[in-house]
């Protein structure tokens, strides 16, 4: 039988079999295979398929792949080098199900749990595997894989593949294709619960937070190890499949042209130099707000106390440390659109904060601090008669009778929402990543199901621009 390499060919056709190969996606070699292959079946005939090279797994799907069409919404799905990457095939049905296209990069770790033939048989497509492939590079390469895409996401998201994406890292394709992409990036984290907590994964999490990444779970369960449960199971297929359509929907920047006031965090009321009275607020739930409100558009302006994380992307943040600093620094950031009081502001301050340390002397009484009233910023604002923001919005951390109180201080404070939660020790609220919410508004109130602050973000922003386009 006549044998032809591509290089037999001429230039012209050379080019023709490159711009078309790299309409499909697929290397020229495949591309002449599913050539030959439409043309036997129009003559009835058959052509065998590739074998795998032992040794090194077959890339090519069965199937002649249909590649995306003119207005596909397209998803780059990188399969990293956990336990749940077998979940990851089942997230390419529930993608494909929604007519979504979907590519697939595995890392070489993801490559131990599943294989690039089970990938492509499911995507239909070729799946890419390695930076330094000759034939992908010249083809496809890293860079038309991270821009040929609307969303990349990442399931799962091994603690390795977070650390290296907070660091910019890029040594392999994965990483170089994350690092290259000017698309929306999805993360479904999965991993032990040890992994996850620990303090440079949460710096990971946090820095890739701040950078604008978006999170789905990872949620609380049982893990693949006997005897294990906690925080650190992939979310579902179905959950990152609704998420993904979400992240896929046309960006309206539902605020655009907005001003949207946020306070985060908690506040220090100085005993003397050196002491504060606190609380246990961590500040992410008001500075993932901020984020989203910016996201969508919003000129943002973060009120924050001192927190440990990082600034989210977009907002102009304003540091304070005391309820009456931060009461100055929401009136000057006036007039805004909306507020929204996150922050966990003292209720009460030490009346006589001493100049210097106060000293401990043998023999003399333990000091007495009396406490006098803070200003309370929600109310303030929510009952100014000039400047007031359309829409105030207050937080209720309760740890009993949730949306009673909640109603009582939405009639107390004359703010227009209340978003109540349950900060009980047992609920983890207070400085973890999840929160349970209910809104509750003068009409009404609504229970959200359990999610990330983010989430919660992200809902409170759709609630937001709707109220706001309503009353435009
Ligand atoms: C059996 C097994 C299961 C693993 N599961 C996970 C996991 O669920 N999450 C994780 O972050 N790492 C897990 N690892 C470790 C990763 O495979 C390892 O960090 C690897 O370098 C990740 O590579 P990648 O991030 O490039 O995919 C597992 C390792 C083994 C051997």
């Not at 390795?160 to 994965?174: E, F, H, I, T």
């Not at 209720?347 to 000091?367: C, E, H, L, M, S």
């Not at 939660?421 to 209910?438: A, E, L, Q």
């Not at 509750?440 to 989430?455: C, D, I, L, R, Y």
Request: glycine share 6%; aromatic share 4%.
């Amino acid at each position: 039988m006549a044998s032809i390499t591509i290089r037999q060919l001429d230039e012209a056709l050379k080019k023709k079999l490159r711009l078309r190969a790299a309409r499909n996606g697929r290397s020229m070699e495949d591309e002449v295979r599913t050539l030959l292959r439409e043309a036997a079946d129009e003559i009835g005939g058959e052509i065998p398929q590739k074998a795998a090279r032992p040794g090194k797994a077959a890339s090519a799907p069965r199937r002649a792949p249909i590649p995306a069409a003119e207005g596909d919404r397209r998803v780059l799905l990188i399969v990293g080098g956990g336990i749940a990457a077998y979940k990851s095939l089942d997230l390419v049905r529930r993608l494909k199900e929604r007519d979504i296209f979907v590519r697939c990069i595995l890392t070489k770790a993801a490559q131990e749990f599943i294989t690039p033939l089970s990938a492509g048989t499911i995507t239909g497509e070729r799946v890419f595997t390695d930076l330094f492939d000759p034939a992908h590079e010249f083809d496809v390469g890293h860079i038309r894989l991270a821009r040929e895409c609307d969303l990349i996401v990442v399931a799962p998201a091994t603690a390795d593949l977070m650390a290296k994406l907070a660091g910019g890292r890029a040594d392999d394709l994965a990483t170089a294709a994350l690092l290259a992409t000017s698309a929306t990036v999805l993360l479904a984290p999965a991993m032990n619960p040890h992994m996850w907590s620990n303090k440079a994964t949460q710096r990971n999490f946090a820095q890739l937070a701040a950078d604008g990444f978006e999170f789905v779970g990872p949620n609380e369960g049982e893990m693949a190890e006997a005897n294990e449960r906690g925080v650190g199971r992939m979310a579902e297929p179905l959950e990152i499949a609704a998420v993904a359509e979400r992240l896929l929907a046309p960006q309206t920047l539902a605020l655009a042209g907005k001003h949207v006031l946020v306070t985060s965090g908690p506040t220090h009321e100085p005993i003397d130099p050196v002491r504060y009275i606190a609380n246990r607020s961590s500040g992410k739930q008001g500075n993932a707000i901020a984020l989203a409100a910016a996201q969508a558009g919003a000129h943002v302006t973060l009120i924050s106390g001192p927190v440990n994380l990082l600034d989210p992307a977009g907002a102009s943040v304003i540091k304070v440390e005391t309820a009456r600093e931060m009461l100055k620094a929401v009136e000057r950031a006036l007039p805004a659109d909306v507020a929204i009081f996150a922050a966990a502001v003292a209720d009460w301050r030490v009346a006589n904060a001493g100049a210097q340390k106060i000293k401990k002397k043998a023999g003399q009484a333990t000091p007495e601090l009396p406490l006098v009233e803070n200003p309370d910023i929600l109310a303030t604002i929510a009952k100014r008669k000039s400047q007031r923001p359309k829409l105030v919005i207050g937080f209720a951390a309760e740890t009993e009778n949730v949306v009673a109180n909640a109603k009582a201080k939405l009639a107390s404070k004359g703010c227009d929402w209340i978003l109540a939660n349950d900060v009980s020790p047992k609920t983890g609220i207070m400085g973890g990543d999840r929160n349970t919410i209910t809104l509750v508004t003068a009409t009404a109130s609504e229970n959200w199901p359990t999610q990330s602050k983010e989430g919660v973000a992200r809902m409170l922003v759709e609630r937001i621009a709707k109220e706001m386009a309503r009353n435009d």
